[in-house]
């Protein structure tokens, strides 16, 4: 008797998993990269905490670019570069 009668076990292709490993590199760079050119006083907590938390998968990055940063005050103006 075959235990796996009446079961089916898919594989995703591979196609569908190279595109969840882009988009999940992509997010991530995103993340690192903000995280690398935003000030320290426009994170919510410490930056080496978030670069560690962006390395989970979608939760980190996503966790971030939603909560991680905080939200610019709209009546204050934009730092000028020299």
Known sequence: MNHDEGT???KPPSAVLGFLTGVQLTLAAVAWTDLAMRPAIEIRGTKKAW???IAI???GPI???TYGRRPL???AR???RV
Request: no cysteine; glycine share 6%; net charge negative.
């Open 8 to 10: 089916e076990h898919h």
């Open 51 to 53: 670069a560690l938390i």
């Open 57 to 59: 998968n979608f939760i």
């Open 63 to 65: 966790a971030y670019l």
């Open 73 to 75: 005050d709209p009546g």
């Open 78 to 80: 934009p730092a000028e």
